[in-house]
């Protein structure tokens, strides 16, 4: 996705290349973008750093279905 967006590609294209929908694909670029250094009217996508912030973001660990239920017989 980073090396699509730094060919100036459209969200359309990016996203028909995994098989995703163009809203997806939107989501996650305006989620996981970030200013460029030096020039705060130009965004990129770093795709590792994207990646740290989803897990961070994640709640994790949660408890498992089984253990939710107490009451089970």
Known sequence: MA?????K???RT????PGRSPSTAGREIRRNGMP???DHTRW????HAARRW???RRPRPKP?????N???P
């Open 44 to 47: 990129v996508y770093r795709p």
């Open 36 to 38: 460029l250094r030096g």
């Open 3 to 7: 090396d699509r967006l730094r060919e």
């Open 64 to 68: 498992g279905k089984i253990g939710q």
């Open 14 to 17: 990016i996203a028909a290349g």
């Open 70 to 72: 107490a009451a089970a």
């Open 9 to 11: 590609a459209s969200v």
């Open 54 to 56: 989803d897990d961070q």
